[in-house]
């Protein structure tokens, strides 16, 4: 399932990291959304350039290749955060305390071992594109920046995913049931609650809108 789940706070340090690590993932998903908005307009004056002048925007296609990787990976920490991820969680969702806690460390360090083999990997190939020069096929324009967005955006994610496992394994030592910095997983019923009462809100903001009051 794919829903941003609730995150719990405290006094303690793990949760002011938490806190302040939240800016960082906010601040890159606000210059990814940026990015589209920007993206938008670009394709707007190439539509009405072609149209109305026969003069689209030049090198159009290699923007928006280039613009896909800030669009894919700059909220991904976020969305990580936020457990906005899609997931399977029909087993997971039936398993409670320690047994719990430990499948998600245990999901949670496999996901860490696997960003860091993609960090490598597209490290690898930024720095190749760097010192190849190597650039899009109609104006030039250099494709490194785009391919460090990735190493970077996984480095931001490798983080997230550190307090998270340190969130469960605090959780797994305690055994509580409100574990910090980690989302909590919502069952069917209360994600379907929420939706219901999202959509009910925004039909009763329509219908003040059209009354004028």
């Given at each position: 399932?794919?829903?941003?789940s ?9 949760s002011?990291?938490d806190?302040t690590?939240f ?8 210059l ?6 920007l ?6 004056a190439?539509?009405?350039g072609?149209w109305?002048?026969n ?11 280039q613009?896909?990787?800030?669009m894919?990976f ?6 990580m ?18 047994r719990?806690w430990?499948?998600?460390i245990?999901?949670?360090i496999l ?15 930024f ?8 650039s ?10 785009a391919?460090?967005?990735?190493p970077?955006?996984?480095s931001?994610?490798a983080?997230r995913?550190?307090?998270?496992i340190?969130?469960?394994?605090r ?9 910090v910095?980690v989302?909590?997983i ?13 959509l009910?809100?925004s039909?009763t ?7 004028g009051?």
């Amino acid at each position: 399932m794919s829903n941003h789940s609730p995150v719990l706070s405290d006094q303690s340090t793990l949760s002011w990291l938490d806190r302040t690590f939240f800016k960082l993932e906010s601040g890159l998903n606000l210059l990814g959304g940026i990015v589209i908005f920007l993206l938008v307009f670009l394709a707007t004056a190439n539509v009405l350039g072609r149209w109305l002048f026969n003069m689209p925007v030049s090198g159009y296609i290699d923007w928006v290749e280039q613009a896909m990787a800030f669009m894919a990976f700059l909220g991904i920490a976020y969305t990580m955060r936020q457990g906005g991820h899609i997931r399977m969680d029909i087993i997971v969702s039936h398993l409670h305390g320690r047994r719990l806690w430990l499948v998600e460390i245990l999901s949670s360090i496999l996901m860490l071992l696997m960003t860091l083999v993609l960090i490598y990997g597209s490290y690898l190939h930024f720095l190749r594109a760097y010192s190849l020069g190597d650039s899009s096929l109609d104006i030039d324009l250099p494709t490194w920046p785009a391919k460090l967005v990735v190493p970077v955006a996984l480095s931001v994610l490798a983080l997230r995913l550190l307090l998270q496992i340190w969130g469960y394994a605090r959780a797994l030592r305690s055994n509580t049931t409100t574990p910090v910095v980690v989302p909590l997983i919502e069952d069917a019923a209360t994600v379907a609650a929420q939706e219901a009462e999202s959509l009910s809100g925004s039909e009763t903001g329509s219908v003040t809108d059209r009354d004028g009051r």
